[in-house]
């Protein structure tokens, strides 16, 4: 089933990190085509706190004073990687977890705009692109789809065994041309 174009949202998880590297043609790609389908890009980005105040127990050791504290505002890795912009219409949302929806108001704004159906891109494919994705399927997003070639993770074999999982459960996992191709 494909949802209307006007009731779908993009998300564009952490492309501000490495391991994204290789898909950011991709992720151009898909968010081009999505805009041109009038489906609204929301733009993920994790950003904390300098001191480490809002990140994971396991991350707290790479912020404080003197740390270069990775992804937080002002630092290398805060920023969106060459080549992707947000631009006007789109929406950012900044989180401090793996999953978009936790701690944030992507769930509500979504709702407020009318979304029911999300299309997601991005890295890391076991981490925060699933964390999301399950999230989603629990609060009754459908259909959800991880694009495959938009979306990645640190090796080729963890980036196929989650989809091979995410797919297990309803979420539709096709190549950036299918995916262009079913919304034609």
Same mark, same amino acid.
């Given at each position: 089933m494909v949802a209307k174009m006007n009731k779908t949202a993009m998300l564009v998880i952490d492309m501000q990190v490495a391991g994204? #590297?290789?898909? *950011?043609?991709?992720?151009? /790609?898909?968010?081009?085509?999505?805009? =041109?389908?009038? *489906?609204?890009?929301?733009?993920?980005? @994790? =950003?904390?706190?300098?001191? $480490?105040?809002?990140?994971?127990?396991?991350?707290?050791?790479?912020?404080? =004073? &003197?740390? !270069?504290?990775?992804?937080?505002? $002002?630092?290398? &890795?805060? !920023?969106?990687?060459?080549? %992707? =912009?947000? /631009? /006007?219409?789109?929406?950012?949302?900044? /989180? +401090? @977890?793996?999953?978009?929806?936790? $701690? +944030?108001? %992507?769930?509500?704004?979504? #709702? @407020?705009? $009318?979304i029911n159906s999300l299309v997601v891109t991005g890295v890391q494919t076991p981490n925060c692109v699933r964390q999301t994705v399950i999230e989603a399927l629990e609060l009754d997003y459908d259909p959800i789809t991880v694009i495959t070639d938009a979306s990645a993770a640190a090796t080729p074999e963890v980036h196929a065994a989650n989809l091979y999982d995410m797919k297990k459960v309803g979420i539709a996992t096709p190549t950036l041309k299918e995916w262009c191709k079913s919304i034609a």
């Open positions: 994204g #590297q290789a898909i *950011i043609p991709n992720v151009i /790609k898909a968010v081009e085509v999505a805009r =041109e389908s009038g *489906i609204l890009v929301v733009w993920v980005v @994790r =950003e904390h706190d300098p001191m $480490g105040r809002d990140v994971e127990l396991y991350r707290m050791p790479m912020y404080g =004073e &003197g740390k !270069e504290s990775p992804v937080s505002l $002002g630092n290398v &890795g805060s !920023e969106l990687v060459e080549g %992707l =912009e947000i /631009k /006007k219409g789109d929406y950012k949302l900044v /989180k +401090t @977890r793996f999953s978009a929806f936790f $701690g +944030t108001n %992507l769930h509500s704004f979504l #709702q @407020r705009v $009318g």
